[in-house]
């Protein structure tokens, strides 16, 4: 198994790639370490250091958050040193996760807003180790959610209101007024 890392928007978040699939669809996020317990031997083993502050899961990466204090260069080769061994043992990525159904807006400007998020919003934040959930839209208000290296990134505002805000009221100016994340 081959890894390596790539930078992500967020400087206290790096994506470690793997030339493997190790979920095939979705993506898993457990932002503590209590979300991990008994759902993920991979992000339990991964929390077991003291600098984890964060553990998302796609397609074929891994993106871990750390706490200010740890420096990449230390946290680098035992997060593949761990990540290496966790797949070596052939251990399952996920345990008792059940994948949430992809929501279903009432309305069709709720299904045009979810399809521009899923095909064109979704693909480009996944790149930096990142994802954005639908949550509801009301009151011309798309509301979304930060997951991976999006949550607490220092640029996540600007890709909401500059980005997707942006692109939805170009595509549907009569009906999106803001974006927010909750």
Request: proline share 5%; net charge negative.
């Amino acid at each position: 198994m081959f890894i390596y890392t790539e930078l992500t928007p967020n400087p206290s978040s790096l994506k470690f790639v793997l030339d493997e699939i190790i979920l095939e669809e979705g993506v898993a996020d457990f932002p503590d370490a209590e979300s991990a317990k008994g759902n993920s031997q991979l992000a339990e083993r991964l929390y077991r250091y003291p600098f984890t502050q964060g553990v998302f899961i796609g397609r074929n990466f891994i993106t871990l958050t750390k706490d200010d204090n740890a420096q990449w260069n230390d946290v680098i080769p035992v997060i593949k040193a761990e990540i290496q061994k966790f797949f070596e043992a052939g251990l399952p990525v996920l345990e008792n996760v059940q994948v949430t159904p992809k929501f279903l807006g009432t309305s069709d400007i709720e299904q045009k807003i979810i399809q521009v998020i899923e095909e064109q919003v979704r693909p480009a934040v996944a790149m930096d180790g990142g994802d954005i959930i639908y949550e509801g839209f009301d009151d011309g208000i798309v509301k979304l959610k930060l997951r991976g290296s999006c949550s607490g990134c220092p640029s996540s505002s600007m890709t909401l209101k500059h980005g997707i805000q942006s692109l939805l009221i170009r595509l549907f100016p009569e009906h999106v007024k803001a974006v927010e994340a909750i």
